[in-house]
């Protein structure tokens, strides 16, 4: 059974830092490019970041570019997401998303549970 645990959320300051964290079971997790997404109150599914599985290569939305950096640890399992400069505007909940084969990329099937970043003073 796939599953896909998120933690690391929480009550942040503006500029302040967060690291989240996916723990990844139940799938051969190294062969599986993966994506954070987000969703803020009463907007939509943002994609956030995405890593490549054969080549550790990174992008990211706009909005984050330069403040996230994804990262994951194939012999752990489980994937990253380091927030600095965090804004008001990334409140939402953060979720780790798998594509539903190891050579896709955004045609997610699974997604974990969430984990709650809220950014204010």
């Known amino acids: 059974e796939v599953q896909l645990v998120e933690s690391g959320g929480g009550l942040v300051q503006p500029g302040g830092s967060l690291r989240l964290s996916c723990a990844a079971s139940?799938?051969?997790?190294?062969?599986?490019?993966m994506s954070w997404v987000r969703q803020a109150p009463g907007k939509g599914l943002e994609w956030v970041s995405i890593?490549?599985?054969?080549?550790?290569?990174?992008s990211y939305a706009d909005s984050v570019k330069g403040r996230f950096t994804i990262s994951r640890d194939d012999a752990k399992n489980t994937l990253y997401l380091q927030m600095n400069s965090l804004k008001p505007d990334d409140t939402a909940v953060y979720y780790c998303?798998?594509?539903?084969?190891?050579?896709?990329?955004?045609?997610?099937?699974?997604w974990g549970q969430g984990t709650q970043v809220t950014v204010s003073s």
């Open positions: 998303a798998k594509p539903s084969t190891d050579t896709g990329t955004f045609q997610y099937d699974y």
């Open positions: 139940g799938f051969t997790f190294s062969r599986f490019t």
């Open positions: 890593i490549n599985s054969y080549d550790g290569s990174t």
